[in-house]
């Protein structure tokens, strides 16, 4: 055991630098050789969360640095817990979310030698591919150092996921060398440095859109995280420019705002003749911006932090590098400054085609509630009725159908309220995205999850209960993975097919949470809110028929089809 009174473990350092730099939750999952590690920084004062797998782990601190703008820190232990947490830290990095994930490792010179430790595995070496820099911390007097280039390197630039590698060694070494090279643990000073886009490159933007008959703005999830709620407000209010908001990015303008052009999609994206990305990638999610979901003749603009992004599939006319906030600091003020105001035919196009597509919509959600197949409609739109009434409740999403129509029918009016499967469209992020929301804001969490998507991570159910925290899980169980009903073949059991009548309320039961059972809309819309309100962890296990769901949900064109028939 080693004497830790004086504050000189690196353990002891780690705590201590985190915590200088505010960072006060850490998630994770303990084991050899982080157990005491955990213990002492619930000693000294900070927050331990434990869960059960560390990908949901990690999942968590990523939810948390999206929405504090701090990294958020994992923990796992060494080789199979490092592997489990490493799927999240890739997907944290590509959905650009600050994030540092720490792992016990071993000692560096019996893994370069492959001695065959305890768990042993060249974590340093695996990790690098998959998050923004890896780093590794040899001696406990360098512990301040590497926090502080894990911080910078998760929040600057483009921010994402780092690996910081911690051997054994390091978490119990003494730091006795008090020496010239020793700096101790100290607080960043401006660890993510605003970066202020160039006046010239500010009048290319603005000379393209005073020309633009048809302009569209694109909201991402970049804006989302860069608080950029009252500059693009303002943008949108001064000039009426039509904007499509991408899914994480809903609710930065409320949905209801009447420059939406959600409702109206297809049209503005194929007749916009200015596109104007505002912490948006012009990736599978947008077509690559490509015909003829785009108009062809289009001319980009795009607001980036990651110049590299520029160009990435399509010509970007005028390229705005930077911070969003600096960037719309300069932006707005000069374009307003021409007096620009969008052409009204284009408005009212948008508003045409909106009127006639929420027709349409209106018109399913309304058959949904009397449908005698329960289906999603049915099923999801008291929880819609409930976020109007109450939008400072936070929503995290996953699933196919459920996530797509979910996407289209709950609408935001806040930022920053909605998480969901980001830029991979991942399964499995919702347990620990909506137990770090609940964390960090201390609000009310709704999970819509799939019956599939939630099977990724049903067991931290039992980490939601012990915290006791305020999360209604939503289990929309059509019985399989796009639906129930599809056996390939007669008496077996079809690739896509799960439990039809699976009962996963009852795993909140077993952990001493609330257990909701609904069949359909009117038992939904008298359930939803008695178990938000109480603030207590809930599961509601949505029966639909298992018909409902088609494959893929809205993104069935990315399956390659093959003739499926017996030899
Ligand atoms: P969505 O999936 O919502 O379209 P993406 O994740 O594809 O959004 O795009 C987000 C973009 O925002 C990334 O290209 C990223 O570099 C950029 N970004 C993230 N944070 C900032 C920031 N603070 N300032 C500028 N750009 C940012």
């Given amino acids: 055991m080693v004497d830790d009174s004086l504050n000189r473990t690196g353990a002891s350092l780690l705590i201590d630098a985190l915590q200088k730099n505010g960072i006060n939750n850490l998630y994770g999952v303990v084991g050899i050789p982080i157990t005491d590690l955990a213990r002492l920084a619930e000693l000294r004062g900070m927050k331990y969360y ?3 797998r560390e990908d949901s782990a990690v999942d968590a601190a990523a939810a948390a640095g999206f929405l504090t703008k701090k990294p958020g820190v994992a923990m796992t232990v060494s080789a199979p817990g490092f592997l489990n947490g490493l799927t999240a830290l890739a997907q944290a990095t590509k959905n650009c979310f600050p994030l540092i994930m720490i792992s016990g490792s071993s000692e560096r010179h019996i893994i370069d030698l492959a001695q065959g ?4 595995l060249d974590q340093y070496n695996v990790a690098k591919p998959f998050c923004k820099k890896a780093y590794r911390v040899d001696r406990a007097q360098d512990v301040g150092l590497a926090v502080a280039r894990a911080i910078r390197t998760a929040v600057s630039g483009r921010p994402g996921g780092v690996y910081l590698d911690l051997p054994a060694d390091t978490i119990a070494q003494l730091n006795d060398d008090l020496g010239e090279k020793n700096m101790g643990v100290y607080k960043l000073v401006d660890p993510a440095p605003l970066q202020e886009p160039s006046d010239d490159a500010i009048n290319r933007a603005v000379d393209i859109i005073k020309q633009a008959k048809k302009p569209l703005i694109i909201l991402g999830k970049g804006a989302a995280y860069d608080r950029t709620e009252k500059q693009v407000q303002e943008l949108i209010n001064k000039t009426d420019i039509p904007f499509l908001p991408m899914s994480m990015a809903k609710g930065l303008v409320p949905d209801d705002d009447k420059h939406s052009a959600a409702a109206a999609r297809s049209l503005s994206l194929k007749n916009a003749d200015v596109v104007i990305l505002i912490g948006a990638r012009l990736n599978w999610m947008l077509s690559y911006g490509d015909a003829p979901q785009f108009n062809p003749e289009a001319k980009f ?9 520029f160009d990435s599939a399509q010509k970007i006319s005028a ?19 021409t007096g620009y105001k969008v052409p009204s035919d284009w408005l009212d196009a948008i508003a045409q085609d909106t009127a006639k597509n929420d027709a349409k919509f209106a018109k399913r959600i309304k058959a ?22 109450h939008p400072d409740t936070y929503l995290v999403s996953e699933g196919a159908n459920t996530l797509d129509i979910g996407r289209d029918m709950i609408g935001m009016k806040l930022p920053r309220h909605r998480l969901d499967t980001g830029t991979w469209g991942v399964m499995g992020v919702g347990m620990g995205y909506a137990i770090a929301t609940a964390v960090e804001t201390g609000k009310h969490v709704v999970a819509l999850d799939g019956d599939s998507a939630f099977g990724f991570d049903g067991m931290d159910v039992e980490t939601m209960c012990r915290y006791n925290l305020p999360i209604t899980v939503v289990v929309i169980n059509n019985g399989g993975i796009y639906n129930g009903v599809d056996n390939v073949v007669p008496d077996q059991l079809g690739p896509t097919t799960l439990d039809p009548t699976g009962r996963y309320d009852l795993i909140a039961k077993a952990f001493g949470g609330d257990n909701y059972y609904v069949t359909n809309y009117q038992e939904m819309k008298d359930t939803f809110a008695t178990a938000v309100e109480s603030g207590r962890p809930s599961i509601i296990n949505v029966q639909i028929d298992p018909s409902m769901g088609k494959e893929s949900g809205h993104i069935g064109n990315l399956n ?6 017996p030899l």
Wanted: proline share 8%.
């Fill in 560 to 565: 390659p089809e093959l003739n499926l028939k």
């Fill in 319 to 337: 390229p705005l590098q930077g911070d969003l906030t600096s960037i719309l600091n300069k932006l707005v003020p000069a374009l307003t400054a």
């Fill in 301 to 309: 603009i795009q607001l980036d932090i990651d110049a590299t992004q």
């Fill in 117 to 120: 430790d305890y768990e042993g």
């Fill in 50 to 52: 434990g869960f059960r």
């Fill in 368 to 389: 949904g509630e009397t449908n005698p197949e329960f289906g999603y409609y049915g099923a999801i739109e008291p929880i819609n009725d409930y976020f109007q009434e």
